[in-house]
Every structure is written in C-alpha cells, then in structure tokens.
C-alpha cells in the first residue's frame, strides 16, 4: 500500500509540472496583449512605454525563459503579481484558500450524507423499486452541472427565506 502511494505521488510530480506548462502556453498565446489591456487600449502609450510594462510584468525573452522565471519563482513560494489588480498573488491565495476549503468540506459532507444511505438502499434491496430510485436519483446528482444547481438552489433559499 505504502508503494502505491509513493509511486502515485512520484507520477503526481511530471504531471503537476506538465499542467503548469500547458496552463502556461495557453495563457501566453491568447489572442491580445495583456499590455494593451492593462494600459486600457491607450493609443497615447509609446512602444518605450509598452516594453517598459512588459518588462516590468515579466513578459521579456522566450517562453522557456518567461516559464523558468516563474516557476523557480513559485517553488520558493512567489507566485508573481496578479495582472489584474499588481496585487501578490500568494496574497489572493491567502484569502481564497480557506473559503475554497469550506466549500470543499460541506460538498463532501453532502455527497456523504446523500450519497451512503443511496448506495445503502442499492445493496440491501437489490433491483428493487429502492434501488432503480436511488441508482436513478445518482445519475440525476451527476449528470445536473454544478452551476445550474447552484444557482437553482440559491434562487429557491433566496425566496423560501427571503
């Protein structure tokens, strides 16, 4: 068991490292220029202005050279500069991880609560109008996207509880 787990985490490191080069070029072919979106299509800005920008964002040299500098970055814990706000990005991090961890908490405590009393009535009372009701019930669970539910759900508290 302990061999599996290690070999699982060795695989797990090639692929976080793959993610991050694909998410990576992704980010950097997008059609339009970060530059001109932070500078808010200002047709006044000066080509000095735009490289002084560019180079002050990271956005000099080749990818591999952009991707290097921003992974030895993320390995000693600096994730750069958000684009959006100049804001630290470990700063956004720091606010969002603890919500994204609630969030975690209460759906796995839902998915538990809904989804062992479903497999339960499945086991016990197999092909029984029980079980296609809770295999059914299941995929319904699966196959509604997140989203549609979430808002659905709000839409419904919203007006039940004003």
Same mark, same amino acid.
């Given at each position: 068991?302990?061999?599996?787990?290690?070999?699982?985490?060795? /695989?797990?490191?090639?692929?976080?490292?793959?993610?991050?080069?694909?998410?990576?070029?992704?980010?950097?072919?997008?059609?339009?220029?970060?530059?001109?979106?932070?500078?808010?299509?200002?047709? *006044?800005?000066?080509?000095?202005?735009?490289?002084?920008?560019?180079?002050?964002?990271?956005?000099?040299?080749?990818? #591999?050279?952009?991707?290097?500098?921003?992974?030895?970055?993320? *390995?000693?814990?600096?994730?750069?500069?958000?684009?959006?706000?100049?804001? #630290?990005?470990?700063?956004?991090?720091?606010?969002?991880?603890?919500?994204?961890?609630? /969030?975690?908490?209460?759906?796995?405590?839902?998915?538990?609560?809904?989804?062992? #009393?479903?497999?339960?009535?499945?086991?016990?009372?197999?092909?029984?109008?029980?079980?296609?009701?809770?295999?059914?019930?299941?995929?319904?669970?699966?196959?509604?996207?997140? =989203?549609?539910?979430? +808002? /659905?759900?709000?839409? =419904? +508290?919203?007006?039940? =509880?004003?």
């Amino acid at each position: 068991m302990l061999g599996f787990a290690g070999r699982r985490f060795l /695989l797990a490191i090639p692929t976080i490292i793959g993610i991050s080069i694909i998410i990576f070029m992704m980010v950097r072919l997008m059609p339009g220029d970060i530059v001109d979106v932070l500078l808010g299509g200002d047709a *006044t800005a000066t080509a000095e202005q735009k490289q002084q920008a560019r180079e002050q964002l990271g956005l000099t040299g080749s990818y #591999p050279e952009q991707y290097w500098r921003w992974a030895s970055g993320v *390995t000693t814990g600096d994730f750069g500069d958000s684009y959006r706000n100049a804001e #630290p990005v470990s700063d956004i991090l720091q606010r969002a991880v603890p919500i994204t961890l609630e /969030l975690m908490i209460l759906a796995l405590l839902i998915a538990t609560l809904i989804g062992v #009393p479903l497999g339960v009535i499945s086991a016990v009372r197999r092909d029984s109008a029980g079980d296609y009701a809770s295999r059914v019930g299941g995929l319904i669970g699966i196959s509604i996207p997140s =989203f549609w539910l979430a +808002t /659905l759900l709000l839409i =419904f +508290t919203s007006r039940v =509880f004003g």
